[in-house]
């Protein structure tokens, strides 16, 4: 077998695994830990600077960010969701969504915006990026949903970002004993929260800090 072959399968039992970790909270589980990432986003000096904000719409037991979309627009944030493009194998659109957007199904079944490139917004103008993910390691190795979607948006823009990239996970989406299987189109990402902690990598150190 060779090794893209390993990473793949290994990737997959990975995947797998930790959809169905987080997939058996309860909804009371799901809720507090909406509600505490929330807040320890909403203490963040960053929040008070910024202005535009990309966050993704939650599914598959993911951290729910209504409580942050909600918080963002209730400080005056302008909140921008990914959207797929039109042409496949292209990075993702980030688009405007107010109160009375009307989101519309995509071809992945995942809400999204209705396209519109009046409202689209370069990723160079984001302030501050939050992106879903599946698992994730000590070394902030990011394993998503497989499809690269992500991953290839990140790579377009290269070292160009000035904006703050972080990963939103639950903490059982944490692996502790193993480094996840990584492929070179694989972005680790500076930072993640959880509702226990906030793991920072943008720093010459490893940082962990309890919350």
Same mark, same amino acid.
């Given at each position: 077998m060779t090794d893209k072959n390993h990473n793949?399968?290994?990737?997959?039992?990975?995947?797998?695994?930790?959809? $169905? =970790?987080?997939?058996?909270?309860?909804?009371? =589980?799901?809720?507090?830990?909406?509600?505490?990432?929330?807040?320890?986003?909403?203490?963040?000096?960053?929040?008070?600077?910024?202005?535009?904000?990309?966050?993704?719409?939650?599914?598959?037991?993911?951290?729910?960010?209504?409580?942050?979309?909600?918080?963002?627009?209730?400080?005056?944030?302008?909140? %921008?969701?990914?959207? $797929?493009?039109?042409?496949?194998?292209?990075?993702?659109?980030?688009?405007?969504?107010?109160?009375?957007?009307?989101? +519309?199904?995509?071809?992945?079944?995942?809400?999204?915006?209705?396209?519109?490139?009046?409202?689209?917004?370069?990723?160079e103008q984001i302030d501050i990026l939050f992106?879903?993910?599946?698992?994730?390691? %000590? #070394?902030?190795?990011?394993?998503?949903?497989?499809?690269?979607?992500?991953?290839?948006?990140?790579? =377009? #823009?290269?070292?160009?970002?000035?904006?703050?990239?972080?990963?939103?996970?639950?903490?059982?989406?944490? #692996?502790?004993?193993?480094?996840?299987?990584?492929?070179?189109?694989? +972005?680790?990402?500076?930072?993640?929260?959880?509702?226990?902690?906030?793991?920072?990598?943008?720093?010459?150190?490893?940082?962990?800090?309890?919350?």
């Open positions: 793949f399968l290994l990737k997959q039992k990975i995947r797998k695994h930790a959809r $169905l =970790q987080r997939l058996s909270l309860t909804m009371t =589980q799901q809720d507090e830990a909406a509600k505490r990432v929330a807040n320890i986003i909403g203490q963040d000096k960053r929040i008070k600077e910024a202005n535009n904000f990309a966050i993704f719409i939650s599914f598959d037991g993911e951290i729910n960010t209504n409580y942050l979309i909600n918080m963002l627009w209730n400080k005056n944030k302008k909140v %921008y969701l990914p959207a $797929l493009h039109p042409l496949k194998n292209r990075p993702l659109l980030f688009i405007n969504y107010t109160p009375t957007t009307s989101l +519309v199904v995509n071809r992945l079944n995942l809400y999204e915006p209705p396209l519109d490139f009046k409202k689209v917004l370069s990723l992106i879903p993910l599946v698992a994730f390691d %000590y #070394y902030g190795n990011r394993l998503g949903m497989g499809g690269g979607f992500y991953d290839r948006t990140l790579q =377009q #823009y290269n070292n160009k970002l000035s904006c703050f990239i972080i990963g939103l996970a639950h903490d059982c989406q944490y #692996y502790t004993t193993i480094s996840l299987p990584i492929d070179r189109w694989d +972005v680790p990402l500076p930072e993640i929260i959880t509702p226990s902690f906030h793991f920072n990598w943008n720093q010459s150190f490893y940082n962990k800090k309890q919350n």
